[in-house]
T-cell receptor
Framework: GQQLNQSPQSMFIQEGEDVSMNCTSSSIFNTWLWYKQDPGEGPVLLIALYKAGELTSNGRLTAQFGITRKDSFLNISASIPSDVGIYFCAGQLDTDKLIFGTGTRLQVFP | DAGVIQSPRHEVTEMGQEVTLRCKPISGHDYLFWYRQTMMRGLELLIYFNNNVPIDDSGMPEDRFSAKMPNASFSTLKIQPSEPRDSAVYFC???????????????FGEGSRLTVL
């Protein structure tokens, strides 16, 4: 199926560092969402973005809806061990379906 | 709300056996999605329902896969006969109607990990 290009594919960082990841598409989306998946669990919604240029925060997480509507960014500040997991972006058109990114696997070392 | 509930959490079966995965969506959600997750292919949409009606099953791998939603609170994904390449984590997810602002917010269950030997 169709997927979004997400980068980086994986990250290995030290506790306290900031993290940045992004998602790009050849298609325009009306909604961008960021999910986190912990090992053995289903993805959980972190942040939803509904408007081009929108910048939204959720604690140490900040996400932006790209102005071109073809990309989105997620930043995590001052990472902690519980940030470990896989982060997925997802984009939605006016149709019913969400298109998911390929995921960024984050590992945080103390 | 209890969230999306899936069962079983883990299933190990032998090739050729029938597998049935179950899902209870969040009450009031009128969209239900079945996804499959593997390391190689990531999260793939298999099929989704709106108001219990299958809308798009283009992601269903082949005729061995079938899904039903007999009512608003229950759905099944069946694989018959199962094959080793069907081994994956199968997720069910639900959300509200698309015309609401929160329509993109998909809520996932904890998944059913299937291993076919």
């Amino acid at each position: 199926g169709q997927q979004l290009n997400q980068s980086p594919q994986s990250m290995f960082i030290q506790e306290g560092e900031d993290v940045s990841m992004n998602c790009t598409s050849s298609s325009i989306f009306n909604t961008w969402l960021w999910y986190k998946q912990d090992p053995g669990e289903g993805p959980v919604l972190l942040i939803a973005l509904y408007k081009a240029g929108e910048l939204t925060s959720n604690g140490r997480l900040t996400a932006q809806f790209g102005i071109t509507r073809k990309d989105s960014f997620l930043n995590i500040s001052a990472s902690i061990p519980s940030d470990v997991g896989i982060y997925f972006c997802a984009g939605q058109l006016d149709t019913d379906k969400l298109i998911f990114g390929t995921g960024t696997r984050l590992q945080v070392f103390p | 709300d209890a969230g999306v509930i899936q069962s079983p959490r883990h299933e190990v079966t032998e090739m050729g056996q029938e597998v049935t995965l179950r899902c209870k969506p969040i009450s009031g959600h009128d969209y239900l999605f079945w996804y499959r997750q593997t390391m190689m292919r990531g999260l793939e949409l298999l099929i989704y329902f709106n108001n219990n009606v299958p809308i798009d099953d283009s992601g269903m791998p082949e005729d061995r896969f079938s899904a039903k939603m007999p009512n608003a609170s229950f759905s099944t994904l069946k694989i018959q006969p199962s094959e080793p390449r069907d081994s994956a984590v199968y997720f069910c997810a639900s959300r509200t109607s698309w015309w609401t602002r929160e329509a993109g917010e998909l809520f996932f269950g904890e998944g059913s990990r299937l291993t076919v030997l």
